[in-house]
C-alpha cells in the first residue's frame, strides 16, 4: 500500500497559550474526525504531529488515520522554528518509503506548518535539512500578526494568513486542512496521480487570506 504521509508542524510557543493552542487541539480532532468519514482517506493518509517551542519533538509519529489520536499540547517558550524544520526533515526521511526498483514509495508528504511569531534560532539551517527532502504540496499559515510571513515564504511560497489566531479562524484552518487531504486522498486512489500544486487543494475559505507573492 502506497500511504499518503501528512505532517503537522505546530508551533506550541508561549505566545500560542490560551484561546489558540486550545483551539489547534480541537481543530486537530476535528480534522481527524471529517478525515475518517473519506474512504479514500481511510484508505491512504497516515498523519504525524511535530511541535516546536523552544526545543521540537514528535508528539505523534506517523500513524495510520484510524489510530491517529490528538496529542494533548502545552504552550511555553520561544519559537525554534530551525529545529522544527530540520526535525521534520529527519522524520520525513525515515518514514517515507522511497520508490526502489521492486517496489513503489509512499506518495510524497503533504506539510502544513503553522506559527504565530517570528523564529528564535537558526531556521535557514532547519530549512536547508527540511528542503533536502521531497515533500509534495507545503503549506505555511501565518496565525496572527504577529507571525513573520517573510520567513514562512521562504519556506514555501504557498502562505495563508488568520489575522487573528481565534477559535473560529483556526478551526476554519483544520477544516480547509482536511478538505485538502481529501482531494489528495481522492486523487490517489481514483487516479494513481498526486496533488503536486497548490492550485488543485480547495481554495482557502473566507478568513484565510493566501499571501501573494
Known sequence: MRRLPVYLLIDVSGSMSGEPIHAVQNGMENLAAELRK??????TAW??????????KVDVELTELP?????????????????????LGNKISTEVKKTTADQKGDW?????????????????????????????IVVAC???????????????????????????????????????????????????QEADDFGELPPPPKGIDLVKH
Do not use: H
Open 108 to 136: 510524497k508528504p503533504l506539510v502544513f506548518i503553522m506559527s504565530d511569531g517570528g523564529p528564535t534560532d537558526d531556521w535557514r539551517k532547519g530549512l536547508e535539512g527540511f528542503k533536502k527532502q521531497k515533500a509534495g
Open 67 to 87: 489510530d491517529f489520536q490528538p496529542p494533548g499540547l502545552r504552550a511555553g517558550g520561544v519559537t525554534a522554528l530551525g529545529k522544527g524544520l530540520k526535525l
Open 38 to 43: 473519506n474512504p479514500y482517506a481511510l484508505e
Open 142 to 192: 501565518a496565525a496572527g500578526k504577529g507571525a513573520d510571513v517573510s520567513v514562512l515564504k521562504e519556506i514555501t511560497p504557498n502562505v495563508v494568513k488568520l489575522d487573528t489566531p481565534d477559535e473560529k479562524s483556526i478551526s476554519e484552518f483544520f477544516r480547509w486542512v482536511s478538505a485538502s487531504v481529501q482531494v489528495s486522498s481522492t486523487k490517489v486512489e481514483s487516479s494513481g
Open 47 to 56: 498523519l504525524s504531529v511535530i511541535t516546536f517551542g523552544s526545543d521540537a
